[in-house]
Nanobody
């Protein structure tokens, strides 16, 4: 079974930066989009950013201008560069591969903690 493996989370001070990485342990074909979601304690999981196979990118309003998503569909890898981090960015971050007509692929989650 193919898994998504994330790395790059950690503890950072407000204003700092982190880079998250996600790679599939095997090949996943016909990925419609690759994305990052996050879930803070007591809150629902929310979309942070996603990149479609054709290159279209969506960002949540709360991160636009601070976060940058990039990826390589052929290599099944996706990254999230997070700059100017705020305490409200603290959450568990999950990568996601969406394949139309198939169950979603999710990573195990990586903790990002931003101290004030």
């Amino acid at each position: 079974q193919v898994r998504l493996v994330e790395s790059g989370g950690g503890l950072v001070q407000a204003g700092g930066s982190l880079r998250l990485s996600c790679a599939a342990s095997g090949s996943i074909f016909r990925v419609t989009f690759m994305g990052w979601y996050r879930q803070a304690p007591g809150k629902q999981r929310e979309l942070v950013a996603r990149i479609f196979r054709g290159g279209i990118i969506n960002y949540a309003d709360s991160v636009r201008g601070r976060f940058t998503i990039s990826g390589d569909n052929a290599k099944n890898t996706v990254y999230l560069q997070m700059n100017s981090l705020k305490p409200e960015d603290t959450a568990v971050y999950y990568c996601n591969f969406f394949v139309l007509g198939s169950p979603d692929y999710w990573g195990q989650g990586t903790q990002v903690t931003v101290s004030s």
